[in-house]
């Protein structure tokens, strides 16, 4: 199963033998076998119970908070790993040193590259002209190899990235979305309201699969350090954002499965959200891409997308621990 997300404001989360159960208005709306969970995300007021809360650490399944849109919140999780060996090595790479920056060139070229094959098979599928765009992110991956800096590396992340979402409006195919630049906190269109609560969810699950590894998650490397932010999950996350939730937008929105009646606008902010039915339509989506299936470029073995997240992890370890020369991204073409 994954994943269980829970949406259902002022619902109540219990334990009952060895399943997670959800009640709300005295009836039963859910009921999971907890073996079958590997994280619990509770979006918007539901409560939880001391019992059940006691039985997720013990099963080391992490619970994360968000708000009905997808703002994090707040974090769960099971004690840390014994694993010190890992965060050893991680520690000992922070800063500009060689392998934080081979590290980084690592992510962010991963990143980009999937990028461009993402606008590479739109432009073939729609017959677009992408071409500008796609020699932009291919001078800036050409230029990451001589990047010795973790700096310079971000400017070429910056700038790969603006060429990618400086398009990305040609690849909704669709009349009633459109796309004009990313914006955030809060999301002030739907399209921007998508990207940003799948976000939140792949952090949920890249933190997740760091935390099995062994990593602190809040120690990273192209992200620079701040309190409370989980710098490393943000970094494993950037090579799978074009290819899990991007994608996701893409095809909720090209496919129609939705539409803009599915968002609501708060009137003091703006921040524009899905309603309940168009929430449970996107988290259905997200989950089914996880459990996608591909041959892993490096493993050659098939994996889900969601398993990947832990093997780009324990490769990232390896790296670290002197075990790899160096660090693989999931690429994919």
């Known amino acids: 199963m994954g994943t269980v997300y829970i949406t259902q404001d002022d619902s ?6 060895e ?10 709306i859910l009921d999971v076998p907890l073996i079958k969970m590997d994280g619990l995300v509770i979006m918007g007021r539901a409560s939880i119970s001391p019992a059940a809360i006691a039985e997720l650490i013990d099963k080391k399944i992490p619970l994360s908070f968000l708000t009905n849109n997808g703002k994090y919140i707040a974090r769960l999780e099971p004690e840390m790993n014994k694993n010190i060996f890992v965060r050893t090595a991680q520690w000992k790479a922070a800063g500009e040193s060689a392998q934080a920056v081979h590290i ?49 590396i971000r400017g070429y992340e910056g700038a790969g990235s603006a060429a ?4 990305f409006n040609q690849l909704i195919r669709v009349d009633n979305f459109s796309f004009a630049t990313r914006n955030r906190r809060p999301p ?3 399209v921007n309201s998508l990207l940003s609560l799948g976000y939140s969810l792949l952090r949920h699950d890249i933190q997740g699969a760091l935390n099995i590894v062994g990593f602190d998650p809040y120690l990273g490397y192209l992200h620079t350090e701040r309190y409370g932010r ?17 994608a996701v937008v893409l095809t909720a929105i090209n496919r129609r499965m939705l539409a803009p009646q599915d968002f609501i606008i708060e009137p003091l902010s703006g921040a524009v959200s899905l309603t309940k039915e168009g929430l449970h339509i996107f988290l259905r ?40 020369d160096k660090y693989p991204p999931l690429v994919m073409k």
């Open 19 to 28: 399943r997670l159960n959800v009640r709300f208005e005295k009836k039963t």
């Open 12 to 17: 109540f989360i219990g334990k009952v033998d």
């Open 104 to 152: 980084t060139q690592g992510f962010v070229r991963g990143k980009l590259k999937n990028y461009r094959q993402t606008l590479l098979q739109s432009q073939r599928r729609y017959e677009l002209n992408l071409n500008d765009n796609i020699a932009q992110l291919s001078n800036a991956i050409a230029s990451l190899d001589q990047a010795n800096s973790i700096n310079t």
């Open 164 to 167: 990618y979402f400086g398009c």
């Open 230 to 246: 989980p710098s490393l999950a943000l970094d494993l996350m950037e090579e799978f954002r074009p290819l899990i939730v991007d």
């Open 188 to 190: 002030t269109d739907p």
């Open 285 to 324: 989506l997200y989950q089914e891409k996880k459990q996608d299936k591909f041959k892993h470029p490096v493993m050659q073995k098939q994996l889900t997308y969601q398993e990947s997240m832990e093997t780009q992890a324990r490769l990232l370890a390896k790296y670290l621990m002197g075990e790899l």
